[in-house]
């Protein structure tokens, strides 16, 4: 994303903090076919993507006054919340959908061919820095980051992927993201 759409974005996002349905428009025109990919990537049914999405920007729509062009560019602040959201569905839904393939044609005819998050903090400033402090991160902490908040993967599926218990997958998680939390702050 270029310097001027991260800034035309984080305008709109601060318009819509001013409650401008006109702003959640341009957001929704701007955002919305990375955030349902974002969504079907965790979810794997269009279904499920497209119920989520809805509740994703309905979250912005009451919390675009949280967002914060300081700390994150926007597109990643909105992947985010879509990842979350999608995440949190995902564990409702409860097993039955959990263990279930993501079928990858679906995924690949519905993608909008655009940048995930991770491409996107390529591309900017904030890049470098995280990458140090990533590298900083021993291992096995550094991975489980980056497979869970980068890769859109819940903690239990990972957990089972890598074969370790799930306490032990979030206390790595827990202890890397302060150290990372830390080395950003720096």
């Given at each position: 994303?270029?310097?001027l759409?991260?800034?035309?974005?984080?305008?709109?996002?601060?318009?819509?903090?001013?409650?401008?349905?006109a702003?959640?428009r341009?957001?929704?025109d701007?955002?919305?076919?990375?955030?349902?990919?974002?969504?079907?990537?965790?979810?794997?049914?269009?279904e499920?993507a497209e119920d989520?999405?809805?509740?994703?920007?309905?979250n912005?729509?009451h919390r675009?006054?949280?967002?914060?062009p300081?700390?994150s560019?926007p597109?990643?602040?909105?992947?985010?919340?879509?990842?979350?959201?999608?995440?949190?569905?995902?564990r409702?839904?409860?097993?039955?959908?959990?263990?279930?393939q993501?079928?990858?044609n679906?995924?690949?005819?519905?993608?909008?061919?655009a940048?995930?998050?991770?491409?996107?903090?390529?591309h900017?400033e904030e890049h470098?820095?995280?990458s140090r402090?990533?590298?900083?991160?021993?291992?096995?902490?550094?991975?489980a980051?980056?497979e869970a908040f980068?890769?859109?993967?819940?903690y239990?599926a990972?957990?089972r992927?890598?074969?370790?218990?799930?306490?032990?997958?979030?206390?790595?998680?827990?202890?890397?993201?302060?150290?990372?939390?830390e080395?950003?702050?720096?």
């Amino acid at each position: 994303m270029s310097d001027l759409a991260r800034e035309h974005l984080s305008e709109r996002l601060k318009a819509v903090a001013g409650q401008d349905r006109a702003a959640l428009r341009d957001v929704y025109d701007l955002t919305s076919s990375k955030l349902f990919g974002v969504c079907l990537r965790i979810l794997g049914t269009r279904e499920e993507a497209e119920d989520v999405l809805q509740e994703v920007y309905l979250n912005i729509w009451h919390r675009a006054d949280l967002f914060d062009p300081a700390r994150s560019s926007p597109i990643t602040w909105l992947a985010t919340i879509a990842r979350n959201k999608a995440i949190d569905r995902l564990r409702a839904l409860g097993a039955r959908l959990a263990d279930r393939q993501i079928d990858d044609n679906l995924s690949a005819s519905v993608a909008d061919g655009a940048p995930d998050a991770l491409t996107e903090l390529e591309h900017n400033e904030e890049h470098a820095r995280l990458s140090r402090c990533l590298d900083a991160l021993e291992p096995r902490s550094r991975d489980a980051i980056r497979e869970a908040f980068f890769g859109g993967e819940t903690y239990e599926a990972l957990a089972r992927r890598i074969g370790q218990p799930l306490g032990t997958l979030k206390s790595w998680i827990r202890r890397g993201l302060i150290t990372l939390r830390e080395c950003l702050e720096r």
